[in-house]
């Protein structure tokens, strides 16, 4: 099998049809677990209701120059990325409240936004940080 695209046949994108979904970014304060078994039950739930979930936000906050605390903070944001992937979402968007040593919290978003790419999801961050220094 090659893998390598032909050039008489069309890409995937050309061959989508539009369907009547309703297009819906889930909050992660929301969701009651990042479990296989949970996330299953709620897209299908979503599909049912004919939603369909394009982005997933998480709210994070680096206030301790702690590498622990920062770990902690990076594994829960590492988590809701696989969940993101889980149920099809484009993007995970985490919005900083506060950095207290963006020294430390830069290679772990960095490392984050790796993880997601490798899903095929785009990690955008909203705050006082960027992934450039």
């Known amino acids: 099998m090659s893998t390598t ?6 890409s995937p994108i050309e061959c989508c049809d539009q369907t009547d979904v309703t297009p819906v970014s889930i909050d992660a304060a929301a969701l009651e677990s990042t479990a296989p ?26 206030e301790e120059d702690c590498s622990l605390a920062t ?3 990076v594994d829960r944001i ?8 889980f ?12 950095v207290e040593n963006p020294e430390k919290v ?3 978003l960095a490392a ?12 955008e961050l909203e ?3 960027t992934l450039e220094e």
């Open 5 to 10: 695209s032909s050039p008489d046949q069309p």
């Open 37 to 62: 078994g949970y996330l299953r039950d709620l897209k299908r739930e979503l599909a049912e209701a004919n939603l369909s979930p394009t982005s997933l936000t998480i709210n994070a906050c680096f």
């Open 71 to 73: 770990q902690e903070e």
């Open 78 to 85: 590492r988590s809701h990325v696989r969940a993101g992937a």
């Open 87 to 98: 149920l099809g979402v484009g993007s995970v968007v985490v919005s900083v409240d506060d």
């Open 106 to 108: 830069r290679p772990a």
């Open 112 to 123: 984050c936004a790796e993880r997601a790419q490798r899903e095929g999801i785009v990690l």
């Open 127 to 129: 705050g006082p940080i």
